[in-house]
């Protein structure tokens, strides 16, 4: 069975740090640019991070620059996003993505402009005192 598989969350008190994890299986990642998304209730989907396939390139939300770090372990098929001082306005279930093949705009993918080849079913963070 294809998919990805999102571990790490939890919750956190303001000011703490998470490492949330997206694991593909029955496919290897090195071929594919992977995003997080994050969803809060009653909001609608946002982008948070992005990393082409060989993670030479990256890009952020301006709401997380400084504070998250994405990385990617091709030969360990799991991609990860480090989160630092985390607000309680980070609190979202937090979804990966995988897009096979070259953005030609790689900036337009914290966007959400591009369709997933597949996605994650989410890990809920949570931040609160």
Do not use: H
Request: glycine fraction near 12%; proline fraction near 2%.
């Amino acid at each position: 069975q294809l998919q990805l598989v999102e571990s790490g969350g939890g919750l956190v008190q303001p000011g703490g740090s998470l490492r949330l994890s997206c694991e593909a299986s029955g496919f290897t990642l090195d071929s594919y640019n992977i995003g997080w998304f994050r969803q809060a209730p009653g909001k609608g989907r946002e982008g948070v991070s992005c990393i082409s396939t060989k993670g030479r390139k990256t890009d952020y939300a301006d709401s997380v620059k400084g504070r998250f770090t994405i990385s990617r372990d091709n030969a360990n098929n799991t991609v990860y996003l480090q989160m630092n001082s985390l607000k309680p306005e980070d609190t979202a279930t937090y979804y990966c993505a995988a897009y096979q093949g070259v953005f030609v705009r790689f900036d337009l993918c914290v966007s959400g402009a591009y369709v997933a080849d597949y996605w994650g079913q989410g890990t809920q963070v949570t931040v609160s005192s």
